[in-house]
């Protein structure tokens, strides 16, 4: 390259400049083939459920003539070729460079030689602090947190003496219950809560991996001991049927169950092979399944998490972790509740920033768009309530704080 009469570089180091160049192509080349990913056909970008991402064309050859079953080539993880999905971060970036290609870095807003700049964010939608509740001594390390979504009811779970506490939609405390003990409908260690349409609290309880019921004044309904493993995450479908996580099982379960008469009606697994699924939302527009996992990765503080979302009929229809935010914005996300609003958007705590952030509906992603991003210590539920308030679980400082639109 020339050079100026002092003798120096005009531009960066080659071998920096051939360091990004690779990196360039390791980001958009299939790592099979070698092939450059494409938008379409053939070489258009697949996510496997582990993480990894193949061009269509290697799929298709890993997963045989009948196309069922493949193996990651680099992990080794078997998945079904109905489990993988569309890389929508790397469409979108290959939709920025254009068909004559491009610099990744000046697609995303970096110079060579300079320091990464995120790119301008969607504005915020505004949301205000209304209320918040507990605090040391009225809730002890909460761990979940719920809401009716008819009368606007909502529940805490907690470590205190009785572990569940509800309150009515102006934040007074109606009810307290669920006693730390052996017998049946006590529980040991609550995981997740959520409230039916008709008032019934159910709990993830991992001290005895059971599922209980309550009605509103405490009293014990029923329990489900179906062999789970670790039962976790909550929510409810349209249906009032009941999505479950079993992180140790890495499976999702559909419950269906007559709480009036404490009676379990069914209890089915619809998804398996999941890694250590823990919050569950679903979407009451359209039914979509919002599913966190945590990923087990060797190291100190190295471990990830990542948002799967799938269709009403239980079809992978995207996903999203720290790669994925990576190529949009230069945070490390670690998420640990998710829920959706009233739009079908899907929203989540990320306790690295302290903040609930909107990554938009499914066929969205990844769009990054901060609601709140200031006064929170470890944000570790959510749940919207009817007339659309969001209600914020902070662990950091044992509280709930309800956020409203400004």
Known sequence: RPRGRSGAAAGPPLTEMAAEDEAELSLLECRVCFERYDPVGERRPRNLPCGHVLCRGCVAALGGPERRRLECPFCRQA???????????????????????????????????????????????????????????SLVNPTGVAACRRSGRFAVAHDGKKRIHVFGPSGSCLQQFGERGDA?????????????????????????????AFDFEGRGVLAV????????????TPESEIMLTDSEAGALYRLMADFKK??????????????????????????????????????????????????????????????????????????????????????????????????????EFPLFN??????????????YMPNNSLIVLDSGDHSVKIYSST
């Open 225 to 236: 001991r179906e062999g789970f493993c670790l039962p976790w995450g909550l929510d409810a």
């Open 184 to 212: 049946g409908n006590d529980i040991k260690y609550p995981l997740d809560v959520m409230v039916t349409s008709d008032g019934h609290v159910v709990v993830t309880d991992g001290g005895d991996r059971a599922v209980k």
């Open 262 to 363: 404490g009676k379990l009606k069914k209890c089915q697994m619809i998804q398996s092979q999941l890694i250590s699924p823990r919050g569950v939302a679903v979407s009451q527009t359209s039914g979509a399944v919002a599913v966190i996992e945590h990923l087990k990765a060797r190291g100190l503080n190295n471990s990830s998490t990542r948002v799967k979302i799938f269709s009403a009929e239980m079809d992978l229809v995207g996903q999203m972790d720290s790669f994925g935010l990576n190529l949009i914005f230069p945070s490390r996300i670690y998420t640990t509740a998710v829920a959706f609003d009233k739009e079908g958007r899907v929203i989540v705590t990320d306790v690295c920033s302290q903040a609930v952030i909107c990554l938009g509906k499914p066929e």
């Open 370 to 383: 901060p609601l709140i991003s200031h006064g929170l210590s470890y944000p570790l539920g959510l749940a």
């Open 79 to 137: 998945c079904g070729s109905a489990e993988t999905s569309d890389c929508l971060p790397l469409l979108q970036l290959l939709e920025v460079l254009g068909p004559a290609g491009g610099s990744v870095l000046g697609a995303l807003g970096r110079s060579r030689g300079g320091a990464a700049a995120p790119p301008p964010a969607p504005p915020p939608a505004g949301l205000r602090l209304q209320l918040s509740l507990g605090g040391w001594g």
